[in-house]
């Protein structure tokens, strides 16, 4: 069993920069894709940015040149460094996993394709 515990959420004002992080523990797959999910009620969660093992990294078109995805293979954590926030990007902010191939993790874009999801943590961005 793998679990995902996220942290660093809370409120900020337009422009301003918020760094998630995301602690894995338990037994870690040697290949494991990661992601962040982002959802605000009433709407499907969406994925923002998943990365491989090696660091490769995918983001969703509306944070690209804002947000950067990365992972410490060491520590079992994953960040999200997020910049020049916006209104719009307030949510609940979810770090997801699933072992895959690099190939999977690649293409891997919807919320079905995750198996391991943490409890989220809020982002509030004000103008």
């Known amino acids: 069993q793998v679990q995902l515990v996220e942290s660093g959420g809370g409120s900020v004002q337009a422009g301003g920069s918020l760094r998630l992080s995301c602690a894995a523990s338990g037994y870690i797959p040697r290949l494991f894709c990661m992601a962040w999910f982002r959802q605000t009620p009433g709407k499907e969660r969406e994925r923002v940015a998943n990365?491989?093992?090696?660091?490769?990294?995918r983001y969703t078109d509306s944070v690209k040149g804002r947000f950067t995805i990365s992972r410490d293979n060491a520590k079992n954590t994953l960040y999200l460094e997020m910049n020049s926030l916006k209104p719009e990007d307030t949510a609940m902010y979810y770090c997801a996993a699933v072992p895959s191939t690099p190939e999977y993790c690649y293409n891997a874009y919807s919320q079905g394709q995750y198996r391991y999801w943490g409890q989220g943590t809020q982002v509030t961005v004000s103008s």
């Open positions: 990365i491989l093992n090696d660091g490769s990294a």
